[in-house]
T-cell receptor, first 117, second 113 residues
Framework: DTGVSQNPRHKITKRGQNVTFRCDPI?????LYWYRQTLGQGPEFLTY????????KSRLLSDRFSAERPKGSFSTLEIQRTEQGDSAMYLC???????????????FGEGSRLTVL | AQSVTQLDSQVPVFEEAPVELRCNYS??????LFWYVQYPNQGLQLLLK??????LVKGINGFEAEFNKSQTSFHLRKPSVHISDTAEYFC???????????FGRGTSLIVHP
């Protein structure tokens, strides 16, 4: 399978713990996105990478959230000191683009579901 | 700033009936428009997209959408739905010059036998 892969698929944690999600995009894709989706809502943008550079961060991304894409390949999203409000599906997407704005599709992974008790 | 409104949270329909899922966007500049579908326990996948040119766009699985600039709409249609079309449908907009698509809250299409 050469699609976008996310791990773990499910994570249950206690409030205050740290969690980390990993995303492996389609290998030739230079753009990588993180979105968050809660029940009954559409995906909300969190952050965007072009290669290893983090170019955009949403105001939704508090200081407890950090994302990296160290070699321009896989990415990690870490949430420190989790809160119950962090419970959501975290989606990763990748795309291929050079220069100008997005004109093509995003390829999404199946998501990582976080439950904070 | 770009935004998307999907007016219907849920659309029930009988099999083989036509369906229209509504999407309106807000933007002051030119836009790219997308419809994605999410089947249960699967990731979002692209149904169709409008970038430029013909305002009627055809996608996969018999879906089509029409871009209406004056009404700032991009409604999704299918002339005859199947049980397998039951899924969540998301409209998304990306302003010219933006790298970040904004998604609507989604419409749940429920097809009854």
């Amino acid at each position: 399978d050469t699609g976008v892969s996310q791990n773990p698929r499910h994570k249950i944690t206690k409030r205050g713990q740290n969690v980390t999600f990993r995303c492996d995009p389609i290998s030739e894709h230079n753009r990588l996105y993180w979105y968050r989706q809660t029940l009954g809502q559409g995906p909300e943008f969190l952050t965007y990478f072009q290669n290893e550079a983090q170019l955009e961060k949403s105001r939704l991304l508090s200081d407890r959230f950090s994302a990296e894409r160290p070699k321009g390949s896989f990415s990690t999203l870490e949430i420190q000191r989790t809160e119950q409000g962090d419970s959501a599906m975290y989606l990763c997407a990748s795309s291929l683009g050079y220069g100008g704005p997005i004109s093509g599709e995003l390829f999404f992974g199946e998501g990582s579901r976080l439950t904070v008790l | 700033a770009q935004s998307v409104t999907q007016l219907d949270s849920q659309v029930p329909v009988f099999e083989e009936a036509p369906v229209e899922l509504r999407c309106n966007y807000s933007s002051s500049v030119s836009v790219y428009l997308f419809w994605y579908v999410q089947y249960p326990n699967q990731g979002l996948q692209l149904l169709l997209k409008y970038l430029s040119g013909s305002t009627l766009v055809k996608g996969i699985n018999g879906f089509e959408a029409e871009f209406n600039k004056s009404q700032t709409s991009f409604h999704l249609r299918k002339p005859s739905v199947h049980i397998s079309d039951t899924a969540e449908y998301f409209c998304a907009v990306s302003e010219g010059g933006s790298y970040i698509p904004t998604f609507g809250r989604g419409t749940s299409l429920i097809v009854h036998p």
